[in-house]
């Protein structure tokens, strides 16, 4: 069984940072665009960056310079830096990536559960 498992989220003030970790785990082959999503109380989830197993990133335009995504291959992990913080970036943010698993010829998406953050004014 394939699973991601977030951590880092908590509260923190308007203007501070956070890190945000995901780690893969399973019989995983490969793994290869690894993504954060957040959705905020009341509205729909959306994204907010993503990067390719080659390292072509892209933001949502609310987050650029902002946010910056990374990952670590060989450990199975993507993390999610946060600068300026805003509280509209108040949100439960998920983890996201397309896994293929030892003895699958195709990638299936995964999601994990979503680690909440709470930015206040």
Known sequence: QVQLV???GGLVQAGGSLELSCAASGIIASINTMAWYRQAPGKQRELVATMT????TNYADSVKARFTISRDN???MVYLQMNSLKPEDTAAYYCNADI????SG???E???QGTLVTVSS
Not at 53 to 56: D, F, K, Q, V, Y
């Open 100 to 103: 293929r698993v030892v003895g």
């Open 110 to 112: 995964v999601w994990g």
């Open 53 to 56: 197993s080659g390292g072509t």
């Open 106 to 108: 195709r990638y299936r």
């Open 6 to 8: 977030e951590s880092g």
């Open 74 to 76: 060989a450990k199975k």
